[in-house]
């Protein structure tokens, strides 16, 4: 029995980093059985800032590459990338009508991502969360699993899944649940344990990427910012020492375990011998993904047939509740 219907998505703008993987992709696998899930890669969202179109179709396959890689199974769940389905964009222009400016306005990634240049911000970049809200409403998913970042747009799409069933008078989207979980929602940096691990980060040093080789990987971890102290003795002491929370919890992620547990296998020890377990789980863990990575992008047909079928089945779950939606509108449709 289907506990509910999940979506999610990734943005294909960049290489997928070891955050996007655990506060994610990892958690999108273990839901497989339980639910019925819808993955998507963002094209449609990605293009919010500039994209070079050759590196976009790369990029895109190379997401859903790393879906399968990482044991998404394409006959269980729905692989497919956004704008081959078009009623997320028909959503997401009625949902720019009932979002009002100020809760777009109070949104923190459109202020981080335009920066102080926002008047030459594109407009996408603004409604990114209306177009959001209507990929996970489109499917009247009751699921999402994301990454500590992604809360408040999910706030946001309960917020308008609100609206829209006041407005025209009838309990029709469900206020939808964030799924949030394991030991790493929010992967921070390797050079900066304060800020967040991510795509856009102008050093290399700061992320490992799920498609880094093995001795990338364990150097990386080698060079991670650390602090003078030993491993603390519990998860308090862990207060004020980002770094070393960082590593602990990546730690606990890729084994599986709670950041207690992680914590008290290594307590009081040095980072040095922590650091060598640590490369020598997370090659053990990544690798055979990047690897698995590589082998499907070198058929791109196999993924391109991955990615229509999925945009077939679901565009048959889409379509019929955005005709719906379109009567309750009043729009006339044939
Ligand atoms: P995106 O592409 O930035 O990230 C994809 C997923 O990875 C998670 N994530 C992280 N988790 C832990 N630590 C990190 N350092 C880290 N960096 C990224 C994100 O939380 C996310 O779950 N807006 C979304 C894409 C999207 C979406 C959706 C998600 C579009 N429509 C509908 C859910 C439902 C985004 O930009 O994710």
């Known amino acids: 029995m289907s506990k509910g219907r999940i979506f999610s998505g990734v943005q294909p703008s960049g290489r997928l980093t070891l955050g996007n993987y655990l506060g ?12 019925e899930c819808i993955y998507c890669v963002v094209d449609m969202h990605a293009i919010t800032v500039w994209q070079d179109p050759a590196e976009l179709r790369h990029t895109t396959r190379e997401v859903a590459a790393a879906y399968l890689a990482s044991g998404i199974d394409p006959a269980k769940s729905i692989i ?14 009625i949902f720019n009508c009932v979002a009002r400016m100020g809760w777009l306005n109070r949104m923190t990634q459109f202020k981080e991502k335009a920066g102080k240049n926002r008047e030459n911000a594109a407009v996408g970049l603004f409604v990114y969360p209306n177009l959001m809200a209507a990929d996970i409403l489109v499917y009247k998913a009751t699921h999402v699993p994301v990454g500590e970042d992604q809360k408040q747009h999910l706030e946001l799409c309960r917020d308008i899944a609100q609206k829209f069933n006041h407005d025209y008078g009838q309990e029709f989207f469900p206020v939808t649940e964030p ?19 991510s795509k856009s980060d102008p050093s290399d040093n700061s992320r490992i990427n799920i498609t880094d080789d093995s001795d990338t990987i364990a150097r990386k971890i080698r060079k991670a910012k650390t602090d003078p102290e030993p491993l603390p003795e519990t998860v308090k002491d862990l207060e004020g020492r980002p770094e070393a ?3 602990l919890g990546i730690w606990a992620a890729l084994s599986d375990i709670t950041k207690e547990e992680a914590v008290a296998a290594f307590a009081g020890g040095q980072f040095s011998g922590f650091k060598q377990e640590l490369a020598d789980l997370a090659v053990a863990r990544m690798a055979p993904i990047a690897d698995e ?17 999925g945009a077939a089945r679901a565009d048959a779950i889409a379509r019929p509740i955005l005709d719906e939606v379109k009567d309750m509108v009043g729009f006339l449709r044939g």
């Open 293 to 309: 990575m590589r082998h499907l992008m070198d058929a791109p047909d196999h993924v391109d047939s991955v990615l229509a079928d």
């Open 24 to 35: 994610a992709i990892r958690n999108f696998v273990r839901l497989q059985d339980d639910y």
């Open 80 to 93: 497919f990338n956004q704008s081959q389905v078009g009623a997320h964009a028909e959503l997401a222009w």
């Open 179 to 197: 799924l949030i979980f394991g030991a790493a929602t929010r992967v921070m940096s390797l050079r900066d344990g304060t800020s967040k691990m």
């Open 245 to 247: 929370d960082n590593l």
